[in-house]
Structures are given as structure tokens and as C-alpha cells.
């Protein structure tokens, strides 16, 4: 089943436009300052790449400043390794002048129980020493079990545990939207 749509594709192309302007806004990325941060984005795989990857260009767009790339990939340190099936492993990338003393923004489609996100600050730790950390989401879904927010969010949807949202993406889906399934 299709499930019910929560976003459509213009939706899911205004929201990554609402959150790249939010973006600029406050990480002051095009202020010029000398001592204004350095602004790295880093996508969680697969989806969170993706998205980082259009918020970089729109960030581009509006601001005429384009921050730098990356992606995390939180598969080793994540604190169920032993109890679930082990997928591939993602490829990290760490974008040219690192994320020492950078602004980073870590960037994924759902936040559901944080522990992703703790384990991406796991990661980030064995790359280098941020000046600050950032959370970019398209959904959050509730439901977190971990001290953990965003900084930007998409849409907020409550959720039932049960429910399961799917997030597609023209660049992996053929098309973009976001629907919620029941279980
Ligand atoms: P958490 O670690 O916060 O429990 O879950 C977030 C991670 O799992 C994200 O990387 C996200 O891609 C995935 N995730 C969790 N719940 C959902 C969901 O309902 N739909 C989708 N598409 N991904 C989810
Ligand atoms: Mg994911």
C-alpha cells in the first residue's frame, strides 16, 4: 500500500528550501565574518547523504556560499551491533579541511529514537574535535530514548511505534514524497 502522504514532491522540495534558508540563518554561513564558522555538512547513509547533498546546493543558491560535504557513515558504532543483522557498510567521507573547529551539520530523513544520532557523534569524535554539532532532519517521528533534538526539522509527525514512514527520494525512488504506513 501506498500509505497516506504526508508530503508531496513540491512539499519535499519547499521543505529542504525552508531548511537550507534556516540554515544560513543560523549559522551566519554568509556573513563573511573572518571568524564566522566553517560550515560542514555530513549526511548519514543512504538517505541523509542525499538530503545533505540537495541542501548543499540550495545553500549555494541562496547564499552564494557552498559548505562542504561529507557523510558519516554510523554502522561500527552503533550500540546494537551485536542484536541486529549487519547491513553493508556505508562509505564515510570527510570533505577537504576536515571538521576540526568546523560547524557541523549532521543531516538524515527520520529521528526516531536518537540512537543513530549518538552514534554519528560517536564517529565525528574519531574524526576530529567540531566547534559545534547541528541536527538537520526531514521527519521526526518521536519516540526518542536519548537526551537528543534537531536543530532544523522538516515536519514533525507523531507516530505510533508500529508506524513506519517511508521517505523517497527521486535520486534512489524515482520520485519524492513522504508517506506513513501502518503496521
Ligand atoms: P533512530 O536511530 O533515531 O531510532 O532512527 C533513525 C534512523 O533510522 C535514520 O537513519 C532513519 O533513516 C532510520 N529510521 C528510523 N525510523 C524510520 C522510519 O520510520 N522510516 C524511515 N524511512 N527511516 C527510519
Ligand atoms: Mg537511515
Known sequence: AAG?????????HRTVARIAHQI???TALDSGDADAPHVVLMGIPTRGTTLANRL?????????????LGSLDITLYRDDLRSRPHRPLERTSV???GIE?????????VLFSGRTVRSALDGLRDLG???????????????RELPIRADYVGKNVPTARA??????LSEHDGHDGVYLHQE
Open 4 to 12: 497516506r502522504e504526508l508530503l508531496s514532491p513540491s512539499d519535499v
Open 24 to 26: 544560513i540563518e543560523k
Open 56 to 68: 548543499a546546493a540550495k545553500i549555494e543558491e541562496f547564499s552564494g556560499v557552498r559548505p562542504a
Open 95 to 97: 570533505p577537504d579541511g
Open 101 to 109: 573547529n568546523a560547524l557541523v551539520v549532521l543531516v538524515d530523513d
Open 129 to 143: 574535535r567540531p566547534r559545534a554539532v547541528q541536527l538537520a532532519v526531514l521527519i521526526d517521528r518521536g519516540h
Open 163 to 168: 508506524e513506519d514512514i517511508s521517505v523517497l
